[in-house]
């Protein structure tokens, strides 16, 4: 990985910890999973409560990836995957 995509995907994990604070509230968890550059897409898992939410559409699409599109240059989609990488 070249070093810009490393230093992107560092700024991905620190703007995900500091998202993961608001999610754990309701009792669920964010995981970064990873980052592909070309595309821009960053993968997450879920954990807790987030598996199964009704809202978690809404919290990815409007709260995590249009906050990562904000703060990390180079970002242009979330996606969340199982354990192995598969969209969920």
């Known amino acids: 990985m070249a070093e810009k995509d490393v230093e992107l995907e560092n700024q991905i ?30 993968y997450v898992t ?4 987030c598996q199964g939410c009704s809202f978690i559409d809404q919290t990815i699409t409007y709260g995590v990836e249009a906050i ?5 240059k180079g970002v242009n989609h979330v996606v969340v995957v199982d354990e192995n990488g598969r969209p969920v």
């Open 13 to 42: 994990k620190e703007v995900l910890e500091k998202l993961a604070v608001f999610i754990q509230k309701d009792g669920g968890d964010i995981h970064y999973y990873s980052f592909e550059p070309i595309s821009g897409t960053v």
């Open 46 to 49: 879920l954990s807790g409560a």
């Open 68 to 72: 990562l599109i904000e703060e990390v």
